[in-house]
């Protein structure tokens, strides 16, 4: 069972240079969501999409884009990345809201912006 | 507006003791979920616990317990017979099933726990 997936695991940017990262999902799951984790912090959300064709703004939308690609795939782009986007991301994905389930995570991408 | 509060950045336990962990919360939505997950020293997030809001007894699942308190808008994890496995990263969260906040998957800041032999 793959779960959730995300591509790549790591990567090394330059400053103002653009990325995308990839999740996808085999659980058909409506929901998905894009965070971000810095040292000794907690999870904070960046982009989620609850259902296939909507995604919203999290907590901290700035300096990225989302796409939600089909049912089975988010993506989030930086246009033009910032040493302060030096970060873990973290994909996860759920069943719709009104069900009891909890998310699942990808293993994460460890990006560094110099 | 979700917002997650856990106010213990580290916490100690002995070996075999409970311990618990605090989360309160504030949202304007009338239903919601309540998570509990674990991050080990690995990086991978490992699910714990549910609560959801209209639930009348609070959920258990084996050594996990959560203690919710909707009026005071809290549910504090407790761990029993805690083993050095536990040491970890523990973050509540709070998923809106209703309302403005349909969807959205909020996390607080994290209590990292410490399991003495």
């Known amino acids: 069972n793959a779960g959730v997936t995300q591509t790549p695991k790591f990567q090394v940017l330059k400053t103002g240079q653009s990325m995308t990262l990839q999740c996808a999902q085999d659980m058909n799951h409506n929901s998905m969501y894009w965070y971000r984790q810095d040292p000794g912090m907690g999870l904070r959300l960046i982009y989620y999409s609850a259902s296939e064709g909507t995604t919203d703004k999290g907590e901290v939308p700035n300096g990225y884009n989302v796409s939600r690609l089909n049912k089975r795939e988010f993506s989030l782009r930086l246009e033009s990345a910032a040493p302060s986007q030096t970060s873990v991301y973290f994909c996860?994905?759920?069943?719709?809201?009104?069900?009891?389930?909890?998310?699942?995570f990808g293993q994460g991408t460890r990006l560094t912006v110099v | 507006a979700q917002k997650i509060t856990q106010t213990q950045p580290g916490m100690f336990v002995q070996e075999k003791e409970a311990v618990t962990l605090d989360c309160t919360y504030d949202?304007?939505?009338?239903?919601?979920?309540l998570f509990w997950y674990k991050q080990p020293s690995s990086g991978e997030m490992i699910f714990l616990i549910y609560?959801?809001?209209?639930?009348?007894q609070n959920a258990t699942e084996g050594r996990y317990s959560l203690n919710f308190q909707k009026a005071r808008k809290s549910a504090n994890l407790v761990i029993s017979a805690s083993q050095l496995g536990d040491s970890a990263m523990y973050f509540c969260?709070?998923?809106?099933?209703?309302?403005?906040?349909?969807?959205?998957?909020?996390f607080g800041q994290g209590t990292i726990l410490t399991v003495h032999p």
């Open positions: 969260a709070m998923r809106g099933d209703r309302g403005t906040s349909y969807g959205k998957l909020t």
């Open positions: 996860a994905s759920s069943e719709a809201p009104e069900f009891p389930a909890e998310a699942f």
């Open positions: 949202t304007s939505d009338p239903s919601y979920g």
């Open positions: 609560q959801g809001s209209y639930d009348q």
